[in-house]
């Protein structure tokens, strides 16, 4: 009798645990130890050279446990299991970024926003609102304005600024990048005064007497201020993290790229920041400045100068902190490659041959710029091909890639060929012979598929025909079966959307509406796995991610459309409706 009282007990125990998830009509989200079973829509595997679709997906534990028919799957997920009806929607795996600059992105984000400020109150209404959620020991900045579209056509003076806060430095940057403004509680800060001198390329704007500074600034002028704004560390640290993460789940991808960590003075802080205190819900991989290239960036680049290169190695500090971080995620950073800059970018890449048209201010027979020496890259390659890291090399034009394959080249028969699977970044013009030893060498190029929109017009009038029609030959590439990968850059690109990436490698519709390399067109199946199943490939995470496989991590997204159905030129306007990082929601609408 006892037994049975306690047989029934469990069983009315059993009944219950068994009935609450589907009673309680538990998200996908929640925390559970059954399994999750999608079905109910298109569910796009990204498996092979041809769409698979299969009926139902069951996941457990973070992971993806079958992908195949339904029967089959709620057999293996058991009588626990959450359904998610797809309602017609489509599931596919998360979207992996294979080249954008996440936690610069995020310090980005941090700054209040002043695109399209009408005037110079509502600048200043802006950034009052950026000085409420700004601690009180940090500056007040505020980025995008255009002096030339608000109303006053010129910038905001240091008394203006005074409105936001007279007694906290107040700094604002234009669109460009190139010209600000700062009250005179930035410029105290900054150990600047009236009598300071300009710097060399750059001016500080004074007033009629020239006793009293007037607040606007420019070029080196401004970055001689933004130097001295101190270094994100805690909650602006934590800020830069959250709000990329938040953004970068938004547009689907459940691992994120930073390619170029310690183009900022507190990058590597915010990183580890960002390990110790477990704030990343999506994947980061990294690829690390290296401490060679402080010299050549710091002159090629704004960025650089901007944001004050480390003197030092950045993978060492990283790893003297982390020893850890190694090709393992830990608390979802992993440190992946190592990042160089062969060339500039459409007006200043690399060629062996000229520009058809010379880029504003050039004359002769231009053909773009080197970044580092031979003997440099060749170091690099000397100190990490050996190495788990990757190489990533930023190149553009053909004599950029050439040298990248002459470094290769030494490195191979120094070290010998192995996995290494070196990205070319961009790699927007190629000659058939490079294509043919990429595939020699295992190099993989990842497209600015999304430079195409900005940048396709100009392409081809500074490229001429047979560059631009060639440029980022995703189309050959596949012809050769050979692997590429679509990338966005942002906040090269505004935002990270990979849709909008993906639109633009099957349609490479130009600003103005041309297509620009028609024959380079690939189909939406083949864009998609760029972003995918390719893209897990490059950064050599293909075993756990990229597809719809048993096994693999369940990292998902559920769209509204599939773009495979969809009219192509609308590819870009489907909405990711929710993000699933290891079977969690990290992002809904
Ligand atoms: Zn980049």
Do not use: C
């Amino acid at each position: 009798m006892l037994g049975n009282l306690v047989r029934l007990a469990l069983l009315v125990f059993y009944l219950v645990v068994a009935t609450t998830p589907a009673v309680a009509q538990q998200p996908a989200s929640a925390p559970s130890d059954s399994a999750t079973v999608y079905f109910g829509g298109d569910i796009l595997t990204m498996r092979g050279s041809a769409p698979e679709y299969v009926e139902s997906l069951a996941v457990k534990d973070g992971k993806i446990i079958f992908a195949g028919n339904m029967a089959e799957a709620e057999k293996l997920a058991g009588p626990n299991s959450n359904h998610v009806d797809l309602g017609g929607k489509t599931l596919l795996p998360g979207f992996i970024d294979t080249h954008g600059h996440f936690v610069y992105f995020g310090k980005n984000l941090v700054d209040a926003n002043l695109f399209d400020s009408a005037d110079i109150a509502e600048l200043v209404a802006r950034m009052k609102k950026q000085a409420e959620r700004t601690p009180a020991d940090a500056w007040i900045v505020g980025f995008g304005y255009q002096a030339r579209a608000m109303k006053e056509g010129r910038p905001p003076t240091s008394e203006e600024l005074d409105l936001i806060s007279a007694d906290r430095p107040v700094m604002v940057v234009d669109s460009s990048g190139h010209l600000g403004a700062a009250n005179a509680a930035a410029f105290k800060a900054a150990g600047i005064s009236a009598d300071t001198p300009d710097p060399t390329g750059g001016m500080f704007a004074r007033k009629a007497d020239g006793k009293s500074l007037l607040g606007p600034m420019e070029e080196t002028a401004l970055n001689a201020v933004r130097a001295k704004r101190p270094p994100f560390t805690g909650e602006l640290a934590a800020q830069a993290i959250t709000g990329a993460a938040e953004v970068w789940a938004s547009y689907g991808q459940t691992t994120a790229m930073e390619a170029g960590l310690g183009l900022g003075n507190d990058d590597i802080g915010i990183v580890l920041n960002a390990v110790d205190k477990q704030l990343l819900k999506i994947d980061l991989y990294i690829a690390a400045k290296d401490s060679a290239l402080d010299d050549t960036i710091a002159a090629a680049y704004t960025v650089g100068s901007q944001y004050n290169p480390q003197p030092s190695g950045v993978v060492e500090k990283l790893r003297a902190a982390r020893p850890d971080l190694d090709d393992r995620y830990v608390n979802r950073v992993r440190l992946g490659g190592v990042k160089f800059w062969l060339d500039g970018s459409l007006d200043t890449a690399w060629f062996t041959q000229p520009y058809t048209e010379n880029p504003g201010g050039k004359t002769g027979a231009f053909s773009g710029y080197r970044q580092i020496p031979d003997e440099l890259l060749d170091a690099v390659f000397d100190k990490y091909w050996p190495t788990e890291l990757q190489i990533h090399m930023h190149m553009n034009g053909d004599a950029a890639a050439d040298q990248a394959l002459s470094a290769i080249a030494k490195a191979v028969k120094k070290h010998g060929m192995r996995d290494h699977r070196p990205v070319f970044v961009h790699a927007t013009w190629l000659r058939p012979d490079q294509i043919s030893l990429m595939k020699e060498y295992g190099a993989i190029p990842s497209f600015l598929t999304a430079g195409i929109i900005p940048g396709g017009d100009a392409v081809v009038r500074l490229w001429g025909p047979e560059r631009s029609a060639g440029a980022m030959a995703a189309r050959t590439f596949l012809r050769a079966n050979l692997p590429f990968t679509f990338s966005h850059d942002a906040p090269v690109s505004p935002t990270p959307s990979i849709l909008e990436l993906v639109d633009a490698g099957v349609n490479r519709l130009s600003g103005s509406g041309k297509v620009v390399g028609p024959d380079e067109r690939v189909s939406p199946y083949d864009a998609l796995r760029a972003v995918t199943a390719t893209a897990a490939y490059q950064l050599k995470e293909e075993k756990s991610k990229g597809t719809l496989e048993a096994g693999k991590l369940a990292d998902l997204v559920i769209l509204d459309k599939n773009p495979l159905k969809v009219e192509p030129t609308t590819i870009k306007k489907i909405l990711v409706l929710e993000t699933i990082k290891e079977g969690k929601t990290v992002f809904t609408r």
